[in-house]
């Protein structure tokens, strides 16, 4: 069997509304078809949407694979 390789680019933006800047980090690799895989309870609470919206702001189409086994979380309402 032949070894492979794989790049895992190591880019971490912290602090408020880092996860806007998710178009431009992608641009500055050269990506242009990102797959966002998740599971249905970040794709049923909007964390998704929120990503494909920042994708779009900078012209970046992403496709969802959201047929993942969740770790187990609930939300908890306060009260």
Same mark, same amino acid.
């Given at each position: ?6 790049? +895992?680019? /190591?880019?971490?933006? %912290? ?7 998710? =178009?431009? $980090?992608?641009?500055?690799?050269? +990506?242009? /078809?990102?797959?966002? %895989? ?7 609470? =909007?964390? $998704? ?31």
């Amino acid at each position: 069997m032949a070894a492979a390789s794989i790049a +895992l680019p /190591r880019i971490m933006r %912290v602090g408020g509304g880092a996860s806007q800047e998710i =178009g431009a $980090v992608l641009q500055g690799l050269g +990506l242009q /078809r990102p797959l966002i %895989v998740t599971d249905n309870f970040l794709l049923n609470h =909007g964390q $998704v949407d929120r990503f494909k919206t920042a994708l779009e702001s900078s012209g970046i189409t992403a496709a969802v694979f959201s047929d993942t086994v969740s770790y187990g979380f609930r939300l908890i309402r306060p009260g």
